[in-house]
């Protein structure tokens, strides 16, 4: 299929226009104007470049791309040599953040609450990022870390009464700590996120809703691969998702 194509589609499935975002949405790296097979991941590393080169992908697209707000400009060291390695074999990249997070069925956040048993009643916070809802059945906090642990491959962070139960909670997948004072405004029992940031800490134990951290990487890994499958289905291209380690 030609690329402009997939771009546009693309773009328009996840309605990239509609966010404000700290990176460019869609296409950040023009390669080779056909494309028959796409290599998806979290974050485009040079690891992630040299298994997709290996692969034999056309494109790239990851939730982590380049040209971050108030980043350094220049393509020089670890950029430069992630950047040409895709120009120096004509393979195109895609990033897609906020849109990915927020899609209702693809994104992040639904894909996450779909691998986790969560029931999805509602959106809420800046750009809807945030979703709500309950656990299949009340659950300690305790047992519930289990079950990420076990879905996630990864032992999160659990911050409150471990033998409380746990029936209502929102989650916001990634660096979205700071949204937790936005999401306990919910009525919720705990806010699952991937990051801690120190103050959260106090606010879980003086408010009394949880907060559990179960990784940046761990909680964003469902929508890229929902992304990929979708587009390799509707368009009859070849995909693999790859999974480069990361314990943060």
Same mark, same amino acid.
């Given at each position: 299929?030609r690329?402009t194509?997939?771009?546009?589609y693309?773009?328009?499935?996840?309605d990239t226009?509609?966010?404000?975002?700290?990176?460019p949405n869609?296409l $950040?790296?023009e390669?080779?104007?056909e494309?028959?097979?796409i290599?998806?991941?979290?974050?485009?590393?040079?690891?992630l470049?040299e298994?997709?080169?290996?692969q034999?992908a056309?494109?790239?697209l990851?939730?982590?791309?380049y040209f971050?707000?108030?980043e350094?400009a220049?393509?020089?060291?670890v950029?430069?040599?992630?950047?040409?390695s895709?120009?120096e074999? !004509?393979?195109?990249?895609?990033?897609?953040?906020l849109?990915l997070?927020?899609?209702?069925?693809?994104?992040?956040?639904a894909?996450?609450?779909r691998r986790?048993g969560?029931?999805i009643?509602?959106w809420?916070?800046?750009q809807?990022?945030?979703?709500y809802?309950?656990?299949?059945?009340?659950f300690?906090?305790?047992?519930l870390s289990?079950?990420?642990?076990e879905?996630?491959?990864?032992?999160?962070?659990?911050?409150? !009464?471990?033998?409380?139960p746990i029936?209502?909670?929102a989650?916001?997948s990634?660096?979205? $700590?700071?949204y937790?004072e936005?999401?306990?405004?919910l009525?919720? !029992?705990?806010y699952?996120t991937?990051?801690a940031?120190? $103050?959260?800490?106090?606010f879980?134990?003086?408010?009394?809703?949880?907060f559990?951290?179960?990784?940046?990487?761990a909680t964003?890994r469902y929508?890229i691969q929902?992304?990929?499958e979708?587009?390799?289905a509707?368009f !009859?291209?070849?995909h693999?998702?790859?999974e480069?380690?990361n314990?943060?």
């Amino acid at each position: 299929m030609r690329l402009t194509e997939l771009e546009h589609y693309t773009c328009a499935l996840l309605d990239t226009a509609r966010y404000r975002d700290y990176s460019p949405n869609g296409l $950040q790296i023009e390669g080779r104007p056909e494309v028959n097979k796409i290599v998806t991941g979290v974050t485009a590393s040079l690891a992630l470049i040299e298994q997709a080169i290996a692969q034999g992908a056309d494109a790239i697209l990851v939730h982590h791309g380049y040209f971050w707000k108030n980043e350094d400009a220049r393509i020089v060291g670890v950029k430069r040599a992630r950047i040409k390695s895709l120009l120096e074999r !004509d393979i195109s990249l895609f990033g897609f953040h906020l849109p990915l997070d927020a899609h209702p069925e693809l994104g992040n956040n639904a894909q996450l609450g779909r691998r986790l048993g969560f029931e999805i009643e509602g959106w809420s916070g800046e750009q809807n990022l945030i979703a709500y809802g309950r656990v299949p059945e009340p659950f300690t906090l305790s047992a519930l870390s289990a079950r990420i642990a076990e879905r996630l491959g990864r032992t999160p962070l659990a911050i409150g !009464d471990a033998a409380r139960p746990i029936q209502r909670i929102a989650w916001c997948s990634g660096g979205a $700590q700071g949204y937790f004072e936005t999401a306990a405004a919910l009525g919720v !029992d705990a806010y699952l996120t991937g990051e801690a940031s120190e $103050q959260n800490v106090h606010f879980a134990r003086e408010s009394g809703v949880a907060f559990i951290a179960a990784g940046h990487h761990a909680t964003e890994r469902y929508g890229i691969q929902a992304l990929g499958e979708h587009l390799a289905a509707h368009f !009859d291209l070849a995909h693999e998702f790859i999974e480069i380690s990361n314990p943060v």
